[in-house]
């Protein structure tokens, strides 16, 4: 049997900002809020210059998260006798799922504003979800590639 890949995708959560951008913005609200703390703290409103060390740190730790986060990775392969399916979740830790791509069935929810909002890969009572974290642009694009590759492997 040929077992060659006849379908192969990584997904990853996009991030519109990247290392430089980063360290541009938060050096500039750093900057900011420092000298917002100076004077602050020179008229004497201690609370304030608390909450703006507060801030600063909320932001460092929302951006931690958001980095975090994009370390997701879900890959797919599909031949004709098999189609795999691992996440690795941003701790690293990764779920393995296994499908035979002929009983497999791609199920897509629809929105008719916001367009898919859902992906699920089901066979034989087992079923995962694809590509929650992908914009609507990206989730469109993979759907017709992913229903197409199923779609020969049928054939």
């Known amino acids: 049997m040929n077992d060659e890949p006849l379908f192969e995708a990584v997904l990853s959560p996009y991030r519109s900002l990247g290392r430089v951008g980063f360290v541009v913005l938060m050096g500039v609200t750093t900057l900011i809020t420092v000298i917002h703390m100076a004077i602050f703290a020179r008229v004497g409103a201690w609370p304030v210059f608390a909450f703006f060390g507060l801030d600063l740190a909320l932001l460092f730790g929302a951006f931690w998260l958001s980095y ?4 997701a990775r879900e890959f797919i392969r599909m031949s004709r006798t098999d189609l795999s399916i691992r996440k690795v979740a941003p701790s690293g ?51 017709t ?10 054939r």
């Open 145 to 154: 590639a992913f229903q197409r590759a199923l779609a020969t492997v049928k």
């Open 68 to 71: 975090r986060s994009a370390r």
């Open 93 to 143: 830790r990764s779920e393995d799922h296994q499908f035979n791509p002929f009983w497999t069935r791609f199920n897509i929810a629809r929105h008719e504003e916001i367009g898919i909002t859902g992906m699920r890969v089901s066979s034989r009572g087992q079923q995962t979800e694809v590509g929650a974290f992908l914009n609507p642009e990206d989730k469109e694009s993979f759907a």
